[in-house]
């Protein structure tokens, strides 16, 4: 009999985390969609009311707006990062230096980060004193403080921060190419351009893909850049609020945790979508090879 | 032996009974009055005289409760823990737990609420419109018949009614601040402005802000309380925000188009600092101000010590000024209160806490250690308040009952008032920064609104 | 011209194109470098400004003409930063051993046995890989404050993190790795060194239960402990460093959960600072120094490992 269960007992402490951190609470949020609940007091069945203010809600359609528009952050981050992985990808001295200081980002975290470019595209900051010394301006612009500059700055912060990480991935990847490749490539009369358009891009076709995955789902759910840079304000007429600031927002800040079960219910439905996107994409990339 | 004795006695009992006396006829005898004083010594316990802060009956013996305070600490902690010890003289049965709760008392407040464990005695802004939040909840206790006409009469009316929910009153009134401007008397100068050239009404103020723009590149610190624009809206403009039977909202009316229009010229102007305005937080715009970047701020006189700690430099500039009055002709409504929450354990006890800690006598005490006012008409008669302003945070003093006596809450109640304000909000910033049209965001705003009334 | 002359003067090219191509190269990773480092670099100057030196200024100054630590001072007095470290310490690593300790033994069984539900498990942990974490976190939060009543204590940043995953998936690639003779050896391996080495691993274990069978399932854990972790142990070191990383960078949880400066971990710290100094740039600017640069010695120390360990996650 034990032997049955041995692999049961092995899964336990797992299980049991896993139902009561991820498993409860998609049920319970399935629920709470439904409700208006303000944490204080016991939740109320309001129906699909919840969905139907959603449906009209202008703050949402914009804030899912500025969620897809942060996944273009996706395919320049793909880019930027392959290039320097190429330029990195060579026998030089010093390259070492300069691998590691690429990385630094990576490891100083989103919200240190954040709260330092905040410092630097503030009214005061060193951005408006460089182009003002330049010439470029006349009066310091307040960046955070113009609804057209909020997100492109958050997008800008996101890629900067991904840049070092996913350009160790592509250089891991690139010298796992096998040199014949390449070789074979110059005697069919390729330059350096055509040899990594034929060679080394196919070749990272698995590290591309992960890295869109990833890096699109995070997209999709980015907040702390958002957090730090608005100093939780979501920026002036909401430029800078997504999808996960809203509901954030409409949980933690307004107490509607009912309202913001919809919306994570949409988020739900948007990433499951995305996956199964991502997944036929691999597969038919996979079949193409 | 024995029975020869018994026999003795019981002849012995006969005889005697035999020989009573018989009735004999006395002579009527001689009434003798004599007064018999007689003093007996009583050993008295003197009873100690009823403490006079003890007004609250039937405090239940052996209550432990819990205060939370909003951001008092750690100035005022002798204050509170003295005042506790009072209250201690006069409900000797009570325990008292104090935590003080700062930037995150909302936050915990509704995660104590949550847990059901939150705190007995609350201290709630009234300025910031957390009483009336929490009533219409349920969450806080009914003052109307808990406690007698007495205790209600220690405060002025119109504090005692403010924030009331469908016509029941829930808080007890605090500290009260009065309203003013700090004023950095250096920035001024520099623009060639007097501290009386400082604006008496809202409407001078963006007049007031192109003249220290154009001369010094400052800009104003100005705050709308975004989270309660409705409020700003019925002070500053004089708006009606909903109509008499509360069946549909009206601040799309002509003056409160004229108010919205106020703030879109400063900003198309650029003489207001645009964070500030729309922040929910008024420790930023403080910041500005105590950082001397800007030339006036909208506050409490009591917030003059926090100048005073981070930037000394500035308190030598320091002035302050009456709060220019907006078209209502009322500047604003009370700063402080405590409540009660509704399921306490110890309903009385909780009750006789948050009314000492308001009586006249601790609100006293309190305004002579920093620039608040109390909320009861009996304090002003101490000769603290008559004495002459030394500092320049007593420069309310002379005039603080008169002021405190006004402030009154002219908001009407709003249904769905959080959401209605956010609707608001989003309607005034499209105007203010996007350049939409005033009129046209807030009738938009208001048939937004009147989709949420029943 | 000769073909020696010519063999010489193609040499010359290559070399000058070589040149010309590398110092490029270089001019490329130098401007690369200046935009990844420039912030760091202006806020470390900036923390460093006295109150005579300028935050903003036409030319703009970048050094400090007026250098101070009060910056430092003022931080560290009103914040508790060394308890932000802390606390971040013991978070991480109670997590990246717990963690890969409860992913390991989960992973196994879905590696190497069979057993009902095999597959139905699997698929379904890995579907729940799509799961936005901020949508599970507003149940836990319900959760945290009025069930397990572990709001603003740091056990509530630690708890939903026990087990992640990712690094069930990444484990179980693992096992799958390794050869399955060598576990069918373990298996096999004689019962009676089981019960001598049962005896004295597990001394207060009863002996009828090790009677009833269970010396199958102890078994198991001994081939799993003893024989496979080891094997594996670059993945495990790439599963610790990741979770490590992913942990000391967490921000939205211990956001909703931590409020007191005591408890705060640093990244939530860090933004109470923020809050704290809200218009004085320089102790900001301190604030971040102090929070960032220990983690990028500890980086720069650990550099091979660090990189090998966040990258070798992907596999080709």
Redesign the interface.
Known sequence: ???????????T???L??A???????G??VY?SFTEYN?MTPPEWVGLRNYQQLFRDDIFWQAMKHSFTYLLVTPILICLSIL?AI??N?K?PGIQI????????????????G??????W?T???I???L??LGALEE?IQWLAEPAYTLPIAMALTT?LG???YM??F???LQ?IPEELYDAAEIDGCNAWQKHWYVSIPGLR??IT?VAVISS?AAL?V??EI??LT?GLGGILNSGVTM?FY??RK??RLNQ?GM??AI??V??MI??A??IFNMRFLERGTEEQ | MRTKLFALLTLLGIVLSACSPAPVVTPTPEVIEKTVVETQIVEVTPMPAPNPERVIENVEDGAEITIWTFWLSPTFDDYLKNTITRFNEAYPEVTVNWEDHQ??FQ??LR?AF???NAPDVINLSISEGWVSDYASQGLLLPLDDAVSQDVKDVYFPNLWDQQAVDGKHYQFPWYQGIIVNLVNTKILTDAGLKVEDFPKTIQELPAFCQTIKDATGTLCDIRLSVNDLLAQMTYEGGVQVINDDGTAFSFDSPEAVAWLQLYIDMVKAGTVDKTVLVTDQD??GL??F??G?AAFYNTGPNLIREVRANNPALYGYLSVVPAPVGKSGIVGKGLMALSVKADTAYPNASLALAQFFSNPKSMLEFSKIVAIYPSTPASYDDPFFSAAPVAIEDSAKPYAKDAVSKLADIVPTVPHKAEVNEIVLQAVQKALFEGADPQTVLTEAVAAANALLP | MTGQDQALADSRLAFLRRLFS?TM??V??CL??V???F??V??LF?SFKGPNDP??????QLIPLDPTVANYIRVWNQLPVWRFYLNSILVAVAIVVLNTL??A??A???AK?K?RG?EV?FYS?LA????????????????A??VF?Y?DKLVSVI??Y??T?IN?FLLRQAFKSVPDDLIDAGRIDGAGELRIWLRQAFKSVPDDLID??????AG?LRI?WSILLPIIRPSLATVAIITF?EQ??N??WPS?ML?TDEQMT??VG??AL??AF????RG??AG?VM??VP??I???AL?QQ??RG???A???
């Open positions: 009999m034990s032997k049955k269960l041995t692999p049961y007992l092995f899964l402490p797992a299980l985390v896993i009561v951190f991820v498993l409860y609470p998609i319970a949020v709470y944490i320097l330029v990195v060579r030089l300069f691998r590691a200081l690429f990385f630094i980002p990576v490891v100083s975290g989103s919200i240190a980060v709260i330092a470019w905040r410092l630097m503030d005061n900051g060193i408006n004193g460089i003002l010394s310091p900067w840049l070092g990480y160790m991935i250089l891991a990847g796992n698995p590290q992960f789902l759910q907040f702390n957090f730090t100093g996960v509901l954030w949980a933690f945790a913001a079960s994570a219910m988020l739900l990433t499951l995305f996956s | 930037a995150t936050d915990d995660n949550a847990a059901g420790r930023v910041d500005l105590t950082s970047q | 590398n190269i270089y490329i990773l690369v470098a935009v990844t480092i912030p760091f202006w806020v900036t935050i903003v200024s036409v030319p703009p409860f992913s033994l989960a196994y069984p879905l046995m057993f095999r498990i942990l729940t890989f799509i799961v936005p974490p901020v949508l599970t976190s507003i149940p836990s939060f319900i959760l404050v009025k009543h709001y708890f939903p026990l087990v995953v069930i009833a069978g269970r010396i199958d399932g198991e799993w990383v000391w960078n921000f939205f909703l409020h640093l990244q860090l933004v923020q809050g809200l218009n004085d740039a900001i600017a971040v929070t960032v983690m990028i500890f980086f720069v550099q660090f990189i966040l990258t070798g992907v596999k080709g």
